[in-house]
């Protein structure tokens, strides 16, 4: 049984460029969560996508967007980068909350993005 | 808005000893609470959930953990470390809005096993 898929792994992008990063979630999971991990923190939630519509969002600027395909899978998007922007980008995903047995995902591991 | 906050960003223990790494939660409601593992440019792998029930939670590699709402904590706990458990733990809080869950991440605490 696949996990969460991410690719790439590692990826080194200039200030200003755009990015994209992609996200296959586990078998029969439909909801795909990002967040950003900066080094030595824990990971800062991004958004959530459910039925192809971003569902909630953290405190992160519109630079990043997403999107979900109808297979479920999942893209991440930045513009202009900065360097701030340098961290590990997580993938998660799970069955959109139906009970108390649905909490908590399946991590993919992540993308390096280094700007520079 | 609901929070975690673990005590210790670094923590060491020798070989056999008992780990205890610390996580307090602020939460309005009751509250839905992880502990997570993350080995070396890996990502997140679930060691164990509190949902309802049973207040002490076993989870795997041998590790546990205590849900005390009086204490508001959830500590997790392994009674001999071995040198495989040297990662990153991170204590995590469950927010459900209008069925979408997502998780609130502590800041870590780095777990170093001395032989």
């Known amino acids: 049984d696949a996990g969460v898929t991410q690719s790439p792994t590692h990826l080194i992008k200039t200030r200003g460029q755009q990015v994209t990063l992609r996200c296959s979630p586990k078998s029969g999971h439909d909801t795909v969560s990002w967040y950003q991990q900066a080094l030595g923190q824990g990971p800062q939630f991004i958004f959530q996508?459910?039925?192809?519509?971003?569902?909630q969002r953290g405190n992160f600027p519109d630079r990043f967007s997403g999107h979900q395909f109808p297979n479920y899978s999942s893209e991440l998007n930045v513009n202009a980068l900065l360097l701030g922007d340098s961290a590990l980008y997580l993938c998660?995903?799970?069955?959109?909350?139906?009970?108390?047995?649905?909490?908590?995902?399946?991590f993919g591991s992540g993308t390096r993005l280094t700007v520079v | 808005a609901q929070s975690v906050t673990q005590l210790g960003s670094h923590v060491s223990v020798s070989e056999g000893a008992l780990v205890l790494l610390r996580c307090n939660y602020s939460?309005?409601?009751?509250?839905?609470l992880f502990w997570y593992v993350q080995y070396p440019n890996q990502g997140l792998q679930l060691l164990l959930k509190?949902?309802?029930?049973?207040?002490l939670v076993k989870g795997i590699n041998g590790f546990e953990a205590e849900f005390k709402k009086s204490e508001t904590s959830f500590h997790l706990t392994k009674p001999s470390a071995h040198m495989s458990d040297a990662a990153e733990y991170f204590c995590a809080v469950s927010e459900i809005n209008f069925g979408n869950e997502k998780l609130t991440f502590g800041t870590g605490t780095r777990l170093t096993i001395i032989p």
């Open positions: 998660a995903s799970s069955l959109y909350w139906t009970g108390f047995s649905n909490y908590g995902y399946t």
């Open positions: 939460s309005s409601v009751p509250p839905y």
């Open positions: 509190y949902t309802t029930g049973a207040t």
């Open positions: 996508y459910y039925e192809e519509e971003e569902r």
